[in-house]
């Protein structure tokens, strides 16, 4: 694969739809984009991590991956389930949105509150750990960099700077999506947590490794 081929590759993946540029749409439509973006900085700064780590390790990543892999799977779908719930039941009125998470210890008062930025930039941080796309986009696309790059520690690290700005782009796109179809968003808002929920659903699905288990 060239190098050009490998970079169109990472940016049909990072940006089309999965269940990390839905979260961040959900949030830009419930919490505003100055929230949307706290939570891609987190997603951002793990997707770049697991590139690093993927390049360095790649030799012992590809002999573990086909071990954990199942356990990825199950984990990676029952979260996308929960994310599913939690957007399905986000309400956002006049007065701000439901974070799709859980609201700060302590809170005592009549309704949910969102998170404080430091928990929203950790819950896109780790989300990223238990996102079977990312997971294994991560641990298949740094090889073929590792190859190009016939032994230049510069020509990795390139590739894992260029994939992370590639990644970025796609989340800071989707927060501005979230931000100019905000209104209509908001307007329609039932049906598109219903949609965003089902979409999730499906990654779970998808990802899980349930359809190749029942096609057996």
């Not at 697991?50 to 990543?61: D, I, Q, R």
């Not at 991956?65 to 799977?73: F, R, T």
């Not at 998470?101 to 928990?119: K, L, N």
């Not at 782009?169 to 808002?189: E, M, N, P, Q, T």
């Amino acid at each position: 694969m060239s190098l050009l081929s490998l970079l169109l590759y990472c940016v049909v993946v990072t940006f089309t739809p999965g269940p990390t540029n839905v979260v961040i749409l959900s949030i830009a439509h419930g919490e505003g984009t100055r929230r949307a973006l706290v939570f891609s900085a987190g997603a951002a700064a793990a997707f770049a991590l697991m590139l690093a780590a993927s390049a360095a390790l790649n030799s012992l990543l590809a002999e573990l991956l086909p071990l954990a892999q199942p356990v990825l799977q199950l984990v990676g779908g029952a979260y996308m389930l929960y994310l599913a719930w939690k957007v399905y039941g986000m309400d956002v009125g006049a007065d701000g949105g439901q974070a799709v998470g859980d609201a700060p210890a302590g809170h005592t008062g009549g309704g949910p509150v969102p998170r404080s930025d430091r928990a929203l930039f950790v819950t896109g941080f780790l989300m990223q750990f238990v996102n079977p796309k990312v997971v294994m986009f991560t641990l298949t696309v740094m090889p073929s960099f590792v190859a190009l790059a016939q032994g230049s520690r510069g020509g990795v690290a390139a590739g894992v700077a260029a994939v992370s700005v590639i990644g970025w782009a796609a989340f800071a796109a989707w927060v501005g999506f979230g931000a100019l179809l905000r209104r209509f968003l908001s307007a329609y808002r039932r049906v598109v947590n219903v949609l965003m929920a089902l979409f999730l659903v499906y990654c779970a699905v998808a990802m899980s490794g349930v359809q190749q288990v029942l096609a057996h």
